[in-house]
């Protein structure tokens, strides 16, 4: 049948857009490049997005929203795929601001939005309660120290998309806990100590197009794929 590579984003306001699925109880997954092989009908799902713990930032050059914590006490957030302010009308929320969640001690959890292309330098740094992240293939850059220290139990994998051509230095360092990696083709270059110190990490998955890879990148002997 006809594969379909994928299917565009479509925002709301004040939502997360979370997938397509094929049923409307949003209970099977589009998984693309999708196969068809018979009627289909394609159904997107979305979060609430969360406004009152979180501060949105219009950005003129970029006419878009950045977004932070408003308070370090944050549990969890989901990243709007657009915002309003009131001002500056409606537009896409397209990076997660310098030290946006830094030291957020309590955060758990955060969705990060399909509109988000940068993760900012510090963006999640020392975020030792975080268990569930994933990056969106809508983004494009990881910046320094973005998830530094991120030491939970359960900050165990991340999986970075093709989209990503770079990992800042000592994005991941100290995430003490983290143990699976897989790094997308569109990745080119890996910062310095991007995983030193990821003292569990034993397998590393790496796309076709790195470049470049720090001598001090990794901490310990690992297993390296591609």
Same mark, same amino acid.
């Given at each position: 049948?006809?594969?379909?590579?994928?299917?565009?984003?479509?925002?709301?306001?004040?939502?997360?857009?979370?997938?397509?699925?094929? +049923?409307?109880?949003?209970?099977?997954?589009?998984?693309?490049?999708?196969?068809?092989?018979?009627?289909?009908?394609?159904?997107?799902?979305?979060?609430?997005?969360?406004?009152?713990?979180?501060?949105?930032?219009?950005?003129?050059?970029?006419?878009?929203?950045?977004?932070?914590?408003?308070?370090?006490?944050?549990?969890?957030?989901?990243?709007?795929?657009?915002?309003?302010?009131?001002?500056?009308?409606?537009?896409?929320?397209?990076?997660?601001?310098?030290?946006?969640?830094?030291? %957020?001690?309590?955060?758990?959890?955060?969705?990060?939005?399909?509109?988000?292309? *940068?993760?900012?330098?510090?963006?999640?740094?020392?975020?030792?309660?975080?268990?569930?992240?994933?990056?969106?293939?809508?983004?494009?850059? #990881?910046?320094?120290?973005?998830?530094?220290?991120?030491?939970?139990?359960?900050?165990?994998?991340?999986?970075?998309? +093709?989209?990503?051509?770079?990992?800042? +230095? +000592?994005?991941?360092?100290? %995430?003490?806990?983290?143990?699976?990696?897989?790094?997308?083709?569109?990745?080119?270059?890996?910062?310095?100590?991007?995983?030193?110190? %990821?003292?569990?990490?034993?397998?590393?998955? #790496?796309? *076709?197009?790195?470049?470049? #890879?720090?001598?001090?990148?990794?901490?310990?002997?690992?297993?390296?794929?591609?």
């Amino acid at each position: 049948g006809e594969a379909i590579e994928k299917l565009p984003v479509p925002t709301i306001l004040n939502k997360c857009f979370t997938g397509w699925y094929t +049923d409307a109880n949003a209970t099977n997954e589009a998984v693309f490049p999708f196969t068809v092989t018979e009627d289909v009908a394609f159904y997107p799902v979305y979060l609430d997005a969360t406004t009152s713990n979180l501060t949105y930032t219009f950005q003129e050059s970029t006419s878009s929203y950045t977004v932070k914590c408003a308070r370090k006490t944050i549990t969890s957030a989901i990243i709007a795929d657009i915002y309003d302010d009131g001002i500056n009308g409606a537009h896409k929320v397209t990076s997660i601001a310098i030290q946006g969640f830094n030291n %957020c001690s309590d955060l758990t959890n955060v969705t990060i939005s399909n509109c988000v292309t *940068d993760i900012e330098e510090r963006a999640f740094f020392n975020c030792s309660s975080l268990s569930n992240v994933t990056i969106p293939d809508s983004v494009t850059s #990881i910046g320094v120290n973005a998830f530094y220290g991120c030491s939970s139990g359960y900050f165990s994998s991340i999986k970075i998309p +093709d989209s990503v051509t770079t990992i800042g +230095d +000592d994005a991941f360092m100290n %995430c003490s806990n983290l143990s699976y990696v897989y790094i997308g083709n569109g990745v080119t270059s890996i910062g310095n100590s991007a995983f030193m110190y %990821c003292k569990k990490l034993t397998y590393l998955t #790496i796309g *076709d197009n790195v470049t470049h #890879i720090s001598l001090v990148t990794l901490f310990s002997p690992i297993l390296l794929h591609n």
